[in-house]
């Protein structure tokens, strides 16, 4: 027989101290870090042990003795079983101050380059409602809250339309008001819940690949432009048409009205046909006079009026003055692109997803900017030294590469095409200081803006200017 394990350790009214990378929460005990997750510093616990490693310990927290002072009370009656808005229990100054702290840790431990003193985070002006794209999902597998469990009922009704619980691939949290996206978002949600329960209509079983509604997307613009796409697992159009009609009749501000029918193992629609059923087959968002034309599979930064906050102080990195040649690497639908051309020479965009640079160079259609050109395929395979000598000499580059951060091949072109100014956008530190340590050979770190996002959620942007040294 094989030796037992050792259980693994309860330790006891244990303070937690800090919170770390991916906003996990840290204690300490005999110089070991254990890791853990719903608490906050100050908090006092007792931690199981699920995970021994050399140098670390994961644990669940089994009770809580006492509350710290840093706490606040969650507002939203999901929190806890939904696995969004994390951090509702720290006060948002807090939580600006453990977001900006992480950058700083971050840079300073994964990148070991010279930093200046990095300029207070930036913290959105709205912490609700700031959301433009939620995706919700039907299944009729409805996650039971632990109240529902102990009332030791069955329950008739099992269809739920809201969010994946973290780690359920096929249970999902029946969501009755969420705090992310305007109350349109909740309106049309609920009205479609409803509807679908009174018509008996079936809601998505993902593990026997059966039923007729699948997933709703809805997205909001600024200027109040709304689109709605109802997603289904096959055709059955008499009970379509009705659903899309009650929609319509019951909802006459949606811009744009679609579904797709979607007979695939997985969600995704990025290669499906998506259908419009009424309305136009896009909206527009509007960022300082800029029109963007956004279609059922375009992308654009989830906080609109933090994205623009981003993009400023961007293009402020950059401070160009009309004369320059600028790169923008993973330029999405060319929203930076498009919002820094009017004060540069020219501007050259590099995406690998081909619908986002239709979409970039529609945008530029739409403003009338006529000093912008885009290219669409893998960044490393693009950015080659020929093609810096067929577009000109980048005086500036901005990149924004995606949570990966950018390949060493990448960075390499970048090495070689030498612009004067680099401004780094990214959405994930870690990997940004990473990639600033391989750019220290050519460059050097001289301003950091931390930007919130997402509030009540660990994550965190930052925006970096590095300028060429000058042989020092």
Same mark, same amino acid.
């Given at each position: 027989?094989?030796?037992?394990?050792?259980?693994?350790?309860?330790?006891?009214?244990?303070?937690?101290?800090?919170?770390?990378?991916?906003?996990?929460?840290?204690?300490?005990?005999?110089?070991?870090? +254990?890791?853990?997750?719903?608490?906050?510093?100050?908090?006092?616990?007792?931690?199981?042990?699920?995970?021994?490693?050399?140098?670390?310990?994961?644990?669940? #927290?089994?009770? !809580?003795?006492?509350?710290?002072?840093?706490?606040?009370?969650?507002?939203?009656?999901?929190?806890?079983?939904?696995?969004?808005?994390?951090?509702?229990?720290?006060?948002?100054?807090?939580?600006?101050?453990?977001?900006?702290?992480? #950058?700083?840790?971050?840079?300073?431990?994964?990148?070991?380059?010279?930093?200046?003193?990095?300029?207070?985070?930036?913290?959105?002006?709205?912490?609700?409602?700031?959301?433009?794209?939620?995706?919700?999902?039907?299944?009729?597998?409805?996650?039971?809250?632990?109240?529902?469990?102990?009332?030791?009922?069955?329950?008739?009704?099992?269809?739920?339309?809201?969010?994946?619980?973290?780690?359920?691939?096929?249970?999902?949290?029946?969501?009755?008001?969420?705090?992310?996206?305007?109350?349109?978002? /909740?309106?049309?949600?609920?009205?479609?819940?409803?509807?679908?329960?009174?018509?008996?209509?079936?809601?998505?079983?993902?593990?026997?690949?059966?039923?007729?509604?699948?997933?709703?997307?809805?997205?909001?613009?600024?200027?109040?432009?709304?689109?709605?796409?109802?997603?289904?697992?096959?055709? %059955? @159009?008499?009970?379509?048409?009705?659903?899309?009609?009650?929609?319509?009749?019951?909802?006459?501000? +949606?811009?744009?009205?679609?579904?797709?029918?979607?007979?695939?193992?997985?969600?995704?629609?990025?290669?499906?046909?998506?259908?419009?059923? %009424?309305?136009?087959?896009?909206?527009?968002?509007?960022?300082?006079?800029?029109?963007?034309?956004?279609?059922?599979?375009?992308?654009?930064?989830?906080?609109?009026?933090?994205?623009?906050?981003?993009?400023?102080?961007?293009?402020?990195?950059?401070?160009?003055?009309?004369?320059?040649?600028?790169?923008?690497?993973?330029?999405?639908?060319?929203?930076?692109?498009?919002?820094?051309?009017?004060?540069?020479?020219?501007?050259?965009?590099?995406?690998?997803?081909?619908?986002?640079? @239709?979409?970039?160079?529609?945008?530029? @259609?739409?403003?009338?900017?006529?000093?912008?050109?885009?290219?669409?395929?893998?960044?490393?395979? !693009?950015?080659?030294?020929?093609?810096?000598?067929? /577009?000109?000499?980048?005086?500036?580059?901005?990149?924004?590469?995606?949570?990966?951060?950018?390949?060493?091949?990448?960075?390499?072109? +970048?090495?070689?095409?030498?612009?004067?100014? !680099?401004?780094?956008?990214?959405?994930?530190?870690?990997?940004?200081?990473?990639?600033?340590?391989?750019?220290?050979?050519?460059?050097?770190?001289?301003?950091?803006?931390?930007?919130?996002?997402?509030?009540?959620?660990?994550?965190?942007?930052?925006?970096?200017?590095?300028?060429?040294?000058? /042989?020092?």
């Amino acid at each position: 027989m094989g030796r037992r394990r050792k259980p693994l350790p309860l330790y006891e009214k244990v303070t937690i101290a800090d919170v770390g990378a991916e906003g996990k929460a840290i204690a300490k005990v005999d110089d070991v870090v +254990i890791f853990t997750t719903h608490v906050v510093p100050g908090d006092v616990v007792d931690l199981q042990v699920f995970k021994k490693k050399r140098r670390f310990m994961e644990a669940r #927290v089994v009770n !809580i003795h006492e509350y710290s002072d840093e706490r606040t009370e969650a507002f939203c009656q999901h929190f806890g079983t939904c696995g969004g808005c994390k951090w509702q229990f720290l006060p948002y100054d807090k939580q600006l101050f453990y977001k900006e702290k992480q #950058v700083t840790d971050q840079l300073r431990r994964i990148g070991h380059v010279e930093l200046p003193e990095i300029t207070p985070i930036k913290g959105s002006e709205k912490t609700t409602f700031y959301r433009n794209k939620l995706e919700f999902t039907f299944s009729n597998k409805r996650w039971l809250t632990q109240e529902e469990v102990d009332t030791e009922k069955t329950f008739e009704n099992m269809n739920a339309l809201g969010f994946h619980i973290p780690g359920m691939f096929d249970k999902v949290l029946d969501i009755e008001k969420c705090w992310l996206q305007t109350e349109s978002s /909740n309106a049309i949600r609920n009205e479609i819940r409803a509807y679908a329960l009174q018509n008996d209509l079936s809601f998505f079983d993902i593990r026997n690949q059966e039923g007729f509604l699948r997933n709703l997307i809805i997205r909001t613009a600024s200027i109040g432009e709304l689109m709605v796409i109802v997603s289904f697992y096959h055709e %059955s @159009e008499e009970k379509r048409v009705a659903l899309l009609e009650h929609v319509k009749t019951k909802f006459p501000e +949606i811009t744009s009205l679609m579904y797709v029918i979607n007979e695939k193992a997985n969600d995704t629609i990025t290669d499906q046909e998506i259908i419009c059923y %009424s309305g136009r087959d896009h909206i527009f968002e509007e960022m300082e006079g800029l029109r963007f034309k956004i279609g059922p599979k375009s992308f654009y930064q989830t906080n609109s009026e933090q994205a623009y906050e981003l993009y400023k102080i961007a293009r402020d990195y950059a401070s160009l003055s009309g004369d320059e040649v600028v790169y923008d690497l993973y330029t999405g639908t060319g929203t930076i692109a498009n919002f820094v051309a009017g004060k540069a020479k020219k501007v050259v965009g590099i995406e690998y997803v081909p619908e986002a640079i @239709e979409d970039a160079k529609v945008n530029s @259609e739409l403003n009338d900017i006529q000093n912008t050109s885009f290219f669409a395929g893998d960044m490393k395979a !693009i950015l080659t030294p020929d093609f810096v000598e067929q /577009n000109g000499q980048p005086d500036v580059i901005i990149t924004d590469p995606p949570r990966a951060g950018m390949h060493d091949d990448v960075i390499k072109v +970048i090495l070689q095409a030498a612009p004067k100014k !680099i401004v780094y956008v990214s959405c994930n530190p870690a990997t940004q200081a990473r990639d600033l340590n391989l750019l220290d050979e050519g460059y050097k770190v001289v301003k950091v803006q931390p930007v919130d996002m997402f509030p009540h959620t660990h994550h965190v942007e930052n925006v970096v200017l590095l300028e060429k040294r000058e /042989n020092e």
